[in-house]
């Protein structure tokens, strides 16, 4: 009962409440931004939504340019959602004279339309997609889109967690890709989870075919709160008491890591409302087959038929890493519960390119984009290093 409360109170606090575009545009105005919005169709029909970032000056020419890509259960807006606005990645590269993009991959809230299928009405078919169609469909389509606009050849990559699951998916299955990024930061990327140091999850990945038979028989295809039903689960769980409140809390740092001086569990609270969102339960089984093999590969839907539509062949195999080109700098936290500095150290073993990789010691996996401390561990480290280009 306490692993099923656990359970519970996970997918409510990590999905919480969706940021819709005019709450996303409310935020960036405030904060001193201007936005655009821009829409992109992908091949296989869904229109993800790309907000770029401006201020009261126009990127100089050729300005450099920078596609930040979010994690599961997030959208675009993880890079501006700090109270403090220094602490915001988006703005930092945008005032360091860069041209800066926010992707947001398709089950996102900006990114929920499809050329036929509506998200609620044709649910199996609108949510029939892992990380794999997002690293082979959407960044590409994403990067090429960015590059027409621009008018430039190249671009720089950040990613967080899923962001970097996508990278390497992207620049391991079509690696002329590889030509098109100029660099790529990641950040606390999973790719390697077999060490994930939360029991938790372990536990919860253990249980995988039981929970999929469970979503197949209920027709959960995506998982998601609206915001009174969060609201309503939220205070029903976790506003009761002080114990159900340690429970929730306890519950988050059992997955994201412990927690340490770099964590405001306040600031976590107050700015969930703006990075939080929607994912397809295919991209969580993909994460649990990933945790409990210890490998880099697709879903193995454990159906011949499906894995050869999906992906050509019987059985899946693992992703080339030895296809990765781009110069990749890392940076990771030794107290992550999801990405290990064991299995950040097994990534760079299998990539060649990784040149720079940071530890951060004591850091949890929320702390990598929400830190105290996150502007001078982490960002100032990525200017630093665009700028020696």
Known sequence: MYLITQI???????????IQNELMESKITNDGY??????????????????????????????????????????????ICQN???????????????????????????????EKWDKDQNAREFWDYTMHEMGTIDLPDM???????TKQGKLNYVGYSMGGTNFFILTSMIPEYNEKISNAYLI????????????????????AELIQADWEL???????????????????????SRFMQEICKSTVLRVIG??????????????????TDMASTQQILQYFQMINSGKFWPLDFKNEKKNIYKYG???????????????????????????????????????????????LEKWNHLDMVLGKNVRTAIHDRIIEDLNAK
């Not at 600031?267 to 409302?273: C, S």
């Open 8 to 18: 519970i109170v996970l997918f409510a606090i990590l999905i919480g409440n969706s």
């Open 34 to 79: 201007k936005t655009e919005f821009h829409t992109v169709k992908t091949s296989d029909g869904y229109f993800l939504q790309l907000v770029r970032i401006q201020n009261d000056d126009e990127p100089p020419e050729n300005a450099p340019v920078m596609l930040l890509m979010h994690g599961l259960f997030q959208s675009g807006g993880i890079w």
């Open 84 to 114: 403090d606005t220094k602490n915001s990645l988006a703005y930092q590269l945008r005032d360091a004279g860069n041209d800066v993009w926010l992707g947001n991959v398709r089950g996102t809230t900006l990114s929920q339309k499809h």
């Open 143 to 149: 990067i090429d889109y960015i590059l027409n606009v």
């Open 188 to 207: 606390a990327p999973a790719v390697f989870l077999g060490n994930a140091q939360s029991e938790l999850m372990h536990q919860i990945a253990n249980n």
């Open 218 to 240: 209920w027709g959960v295809h995506r998982l998601g709160f609206t915001p009174d039903l969060f609201t309503l689960t939220m205070n029903a769980i976790c506003g009761q």
């Open 258 to 275: 412990q927690e340490n001086d770099e964590t405001d569990m306040n600031n976590l609270a107050e700015t969930r409302k703006y990075y």
């Open 313 to 359: 062949v019987p059985t899946p195999t693992d992703y080339d890493l030895s296809q990765v080109k781009v110069p990749i700098t890392v940076f990771y936290g030794t107290a992550d519960g999801l990405v290990s500095p064991k299995d950040a150290e097994i990534l760079k073993e299998k990539v060649s390119t990784i040149k720079n990789q940071f530890m």
